[in-house]
């Protein structure tokens, strides 16, 4: 009995002396990636095939809202990028002439409202059918000078600023398919979503005996 | 800025001793949310081996086993797996929705025991995407509580349990179960054969962490089947005995999480089988009355180092 007593405590004064040298506890800082999207929301309703209609989207907004829902603030970021911007068709009602789509051709512009930036082309379309991206994020066909607004206004917003932006479907150099008309009006609503990567730092311990 | 987070892995040093070197449960699911697929296994393979490495060392310490009459032991195994260089890296794939300025050029992603830093890819049109740092280990850790029970003809019996219900912490919960069987092969040559040799099997599953769905975030099972030999070198109440172990390790772990990775929440589930493969364990065990100290080191797919003590009776 003596010995079992004996052996129990030496088993427990090891394992707490173990335990005891600090632990072995190291502190590090990881990076962790938060992957978001923002997207804008657009309604068309056209009668005729040339066409320029501005949504606006409060950015720096956005970011905050996706920033709260993760418990970060913007002092928590350390950079952020742009992954990949999508589009899809979230309602589409049969046409009213003899075909059952459209195909649009055209451009979607940025510009910054708060800010004194030229606009520039983010997405080229080009016979997109309005049917094939019902229901469909499609990934767009981006254009470098517009992503290089949107990554301006990452920035700005990481400084400090508030950027807003407005985006336009134009088709007034493009092409609808067929013509609408009064008695045939293109409409669709449809939306632009912004994948954002937020990268920030976490501090954490980790426990390592080698 | 850098967040502070306290790992609850604080809570009391005797825990720590068992719940060692294991990066919290819910930080490892933040990381894997960037990720889906081919990705996530990239990411999560290089501790998916090591839990399976560790689940299958330190099963034994001797082939004695008596043929008959009760005896028992409890011990403490701190099994250890080490990290090579080739553990820190991964070759990735683009995910969903992002086009690389080259598709081949994803190359040296940090793994979870990779370094902290992210790696920002570029892609076409002006887009990044950012993978993930890892948790910069050098090695896995594993402490579980172990109890054997024996002898009848020649066969004993071991059970490792171990649970904890954190689930209030980033490490969520754990539970380990193993199951395992040693039979004596020297009881068959004779009273005084030239060594102890025994062959053994043994089963665990394991489990750990919550994910957003309310189950497991990770669960791991493992088997090791082998050949076991020894030699007691001393007489009466202290001796030193020097072991040697052969065995066939197999482990499987199962991950599920949920990916933000294209933007909407999505269930991602993997299973990471690791490559089966052979171990030679070489070992010491010190035994002073009822009291042991042992230690070996195992060479396998991934090398390890087990250390324990306890008590038999």
Known sequence: MRKTLTAVLLLALGCALLAGTGCLLEEKVIEIVLSQATCVEFQEREDNESFTNPETLDYADRIDEILDDNDLVRADIDSMVVSSITYEVTYFPPPQGAHDDWELTGEVWIKRNDAVVDSAVIVDLTTQSILDALDTPTPADLNAAGVAILNDAINDYISGMNPVLVFRLDTTTGDVDPDPSPADSLIFDWKACIKLQLVSELELETFEIF | ?313
Not at chain 2, 45 to 56: E, H, I, M, R
Not at chain 2, 59 to 64: D, G, I, K, P, Q
Not at chain 2, 168 to 179: A, K, R, V, Y
Not at chain 2, 255 to 278: H, K, N, R
């Open chain 2, 1 to 313: 800025m850098a967040r502070p987070v306290r790992l609850s892995a604080r809570l009391g040093c005797l825990v720590a001793v068992l719940l060692v070197a294991l990066p919290a449960a819910g930080q490892i699911q933040d990381q894997l949310a960037a990720y889906t697929g081919a990705n996530a296994e990239g990411y999560l393979q290089p501790l998916a081996d090591a839990v399976g490495t560790s689940l299958n060392s330190g099963v034994f310490r001797s082939a004695y086993i008596p043929q008959e009459g009760f005896h028992f032991k409890f011990s403490m195994e701190v099994m250890s797996v080490f990290f090579s260089e080739d553990d820190e890296t991964f070759d990735g794939v683009a995910e969903e929705g992002f086009q690389p300025l080259d598709p081949d050029g994803i190359i040296d992603i940090p793994t979870v025991v990779g370094s902290t830093g992210s790696v920002i890819v570029e892609g076409i049109g002006g887009t990044s995407y950012a993978f993930p740092g890892g948790f910069d280990l050098n090695s896995f850790s594993f402490g579980v509580p172990q109890i054997t029970i024996g002898s009848v003809k020649g066969t004993e019996m071991i059970f490792r349990y171990f649970a904890l219900d954190i689930s209030d912490t980033e490490l969520g919960n754990f539970s380990l179960i193993g199951l395992g069987a040693r039979h004596s092969i020297s009881q068959y040559m004779g009273d005084d054969p030239p060594l102890d040799l025994a062959v053994g099997l043994m089963w665990h599953t394991f489990k750990l962490g919550e994910n957003d769905e309310g189950s497991e975030l990770i669960a791991a099972n493992a088997l090791t089947f082998g050949i076991q030999a020894s030699k007691r070198l001393g007489e009466g109440l202290i001796y030193f005995e020097p072991y040697a172990g052969l065995s066939y390790d197999t482990s499987s772990v199962d991950v599920e999480y949920q990916s933000e990775a294209t933007g909407d929440p999505l269930d991602i589930s993997l299973d990471l089988e690791s490559d089966p493969t052979a171990r030679l364990t070489l070992g010491g065990s010190l035994n002073i009355g009822v009291w042991n100290l042992h230690t070996e080191y195992a060479f396998a797919g991934q090398s390890g180092f087990t250390f324990g003590t306890g008590i038999a009776f």
